[in-house]
């Protein structure tokens, strides 16, 4: 069964904003991560959040966590072009740390 | 050099045929996986094996059956191909002893079942 939702589905932004992508999930996490997958390519982790940890920084990326009401949020400044790619979430669960993925999230930058 | 590397990147193949994917990763890592990721993007893991032994085994008709020689590869082999079966088959990589660890994915087997 599916654990994370993303949304929105597609977010189209000029270069230059910020884009905020949102994902919930349903059970206890170990961890929650973003990935990014180009278009006929593999995912590639952005970061990962423990399930003890609030708010994480990498370079342009901000990732904050709230478990009270299972969801996160990921947070890219100053969008390039080089950003057009789907955004994934995914919880790591259970005693293997099992990765289960959403949706994903369209993300378009306009230059 | 490649980290996590999967052959063929392309597979086309007819119905009712039997097809492997293999995987190799450089990575030390001690766990492995496969995904199986549809044409709506949708990424579901199929298996895991860590230090060779499975540990996660999804939903997946016994046609699919993965196999791991050592601890750096992890082979799919599929029986009696089916339309449906048509994908993107993802391998990745992690370290699990080390706790909350991100996964490596290679670069992905498009299968196209005609």
């Known amino acids: 069964s599916q654990q994370g939702e993303e949304d929105p589905q597609a977010l189209s932004i000029q270069e230059g904003e910020n884009a905020t992508m949102n994902c919930s999930y349903k059970?206890?996490?170990?961890?929650l991560q973003w990935y990014r997958q180009n278009s006929g390519r593999g995912l590639v982790h952005l970061i990962l959040?423990?399930?003890?940890?609030r708010e994480k920084h990498s370079g342009r990326l901000r990732v904050t966590l709230d478990t009270s009401k299972k969801s996160s949020s990921l947070l890219i400044t100053a969008s390039r072009a080089a950003d057009t790619a789907s955004y994934f979430c995914?919880?790591?669960?259970?005693?293997?740390?099992?990765?289960?993925f959403g949706k994903g999230i369209t993300l378009s930058v306009r230059p | 050099d490649t980290a996590v590397s999967q052959t063929p990147k392309y597979l086309v193949t007819q119905m009712g045929n039997d097809k492997s994917i293999k995987c190799e990763q450089n990575?030390?890592?001690?766990?492995m996986y496969w995904y199986k990721q549809d044409s709506k993007k949708f990424l579901k893991i199929m298996f895991s094996?860590?230090?060779?032994?499975?540990?996660i085994n999804e939903t997946v008709p016994n046609r699919f059956s993965p196999k791991s020689p050592d601890k750096a590869h992890l082979n799919l082999h599929i029986n009696s191909l089916e339309l449906g079966d048509s994908a993107v088959y993802f391998c990745?990589?992690?370290?699990?002893?080390?706790?909350?660890?991100?996964?490596?994915f290679g670069q992905g087997t498009r299968l196209t079942v005609v």
């Open positions: 959040i423990r399930s003890n940890e």
């Open positions: 059970t206890s996490i170990n961890n």
């Open positions: 995914a919880t790591a669960t259970g005693a293997n740390s099992k990765l289960t």
């Open positions: 094996y860590n230090n060779k032994e499975l540990i």
């Open positions: 990575l030390g890592h001690d766990t």
């Open positions: 990745a990589s992690s370290q699990r002893d080390r706790g909350n660890t991100e996964a490596f």
